[in-house]
Antibody, heavy 117, light 107 residues
Framework: EVHLVESGGGLVKPGGSLRLSCAAS????????MTWVRQAPGKGLEWVGR??????????DYAGSVKARFTISRDDSKNTLYLQMSGLKTEDTAVYYC????????WGQGALVTVSS | DIQMTQSPSSVSASVGDRVTITCQAS??????LNWHQQKPGKGPKLLIY???DLETGVPSRFSGGRIGTHFTFTISNLQPEDAATYYC?????????FGGGTKVEIK
């Protein structure tokens, strides 16, 4: 059974930084494309970005709203996906989910990030 | 970016009713269309992939289809545990995009 567990959420001031982690189990992580999706309070789902497997180049794509501020990376030795967020804005306040592939077959339970002064 | 227009935004129905949600893409997405269910306080869950294929373990009262340029999601014989928000999602092109969601309430 696939499990995705996000961690690292919290309260951060505007302009600050935070790193989220997503620990994966039950899948061959090294072959998996991984995705971050966020959901602002009371709103719908928004794609943040995705990283391909290293075998397929490890390419990363980002939503325009986070490009140049967020960095997605992975540590295949730890079966862990990361989302490094910097230059945070109040509009980045959301629950952040990790999910598998572009089909979003499996989702985590989410990590809440609150950007407020 | 591909826009996904989903309707209605909410629906209220009784146990045993049939509920249908539609989603339209702004361009051809080659049937790369999924439906996700999200219950309050939980992460979403994939129910249907590639327009009409049911994910393993998903009850058969859930179904998906296509009528012309509109994609459909139907819950037949609505159950109390189906109260949730449902989202369509295209994965044909990056950025992945979602419909605005449909909140299904049980009368």
């Amino acid at each position: 059974e696939v499990h995705l567990v996000e961690s690292g959420g919290g309260l951060v001031k505007p302009g600050g930084s935070l790193r989220l982690s997503c620990a994966a189990s039950g899948l061959t992580f090294i072959n998996a494309w991984m995705t971050w999706v966020r959901q602002a309070p009371g709103k719908g789902l928004e794609w943040v970005g995705r990283i391909k497997s290293r075998a397929e180049g490890g390419t990363v794509d980002y939503a325009g709203s986070v490009k140049a501020r967020f960095t997605i990376s992975r540590d295949d030795s730890k079966n862990t996906l990361y989302l490094q967020m910097s230059g945070l804005k109040t509009e980045d306040t959301a629950v952040y989910y990790c999910a598998t592939s572009d089909m979003l077959l499996y989702w985590g339970q989410g990590a809440l990030v609150t950007v407020s002064s | 970016d591909i826009q996904m227009t989903q309707s209605p935004s909410s629906v209220s129905a009784s146990v045993g009713d049939r509920v249908t949600i539609t989603c339209q893409a702004s361009q051809d997405i080659n049937n790369h269309l999924n439906w996700h269910q999200q219950k309050p306080g939980k992460g979403p869950k994939l129910l249907i992939y590639d327009v009409s294929d049911l994910e393993t373990g998903v009850p058969s009262r859930f179904s998906g289809g296509r009528i012309g340029t509109h994609f459909t999601f139907t819950i037949s014989n609505l159950q109390p545990e189906d109260a949730a928000t449902y989202y369509c999602q295209q994965y044909d092109k990056i950025p992945l995009t979602f419909g605005g969601g449909t909140k299904v309430e049980i009368k």
